[in-house]
Nanobody, 118 residues
Framework: VQLVESGGGLVQAGGSLRLSCVAS????????MAWYRQAPGKQRELVAT????????NYADSVKGRFTISRDNAKNTMYLQMNSLKPEDTAVYYC????????????WGRGTQVTVSS
């Protein structure tokens, strides 16, 4: 399984970015997915999750109302729309795949850097 994130960059506070995560080598439509982030000197934290069919999502309190997780199973792609960005959103964002085929297995992408300037 390979996960490749893209869409990160430098943006001013209040701006928007859309991250993408393309999966290969898995049965994407039965895999749960998630976005995590890790800021310098901090532990990796959960940002949002989405079920295999996309019918259920959950968000960290810090991003509720600003971020939207979604997926397109036909394209094996997950997205994270990030609006009203804040400097504290600065981090490396990682996607995670939880296998629906091999229970207990999960996979990580290499991450994409998001930097929000004040």
């Amino acid at each position: 399984v390979q996960l490749v994130e893209s869409g990160g960059g430098l943006v001013q506070a209040g701006g928007s970015l859309r991250l993408s995560c393309v999966a290969s080598g898995s049965t994407f439509s039965i895999d749960a997915m998630a976005w995590y982030r890790q800021a310098p000197g901090k532990q990796r934290e959960l940002v949002a999750t989405i079920t295999s069919g996309g019918g259920s999502t959950n968000y960290a309190d810090s991003v509720k109302g600003r971020f939207t997780i979604s997926r397109d199973n036909a394209k094996n792609t997950m997205y994270l729309q990030m609006n009203s960005l804040k400097p504290e959103d600065t981090a490396v964002y990682y996607c995670k795949l939880v296998s629906g085929t091999y229970l207990g297995r999960h996979y990580w992408g290499r991450g994409t850097q998001v930097t929000v300037s004040s």
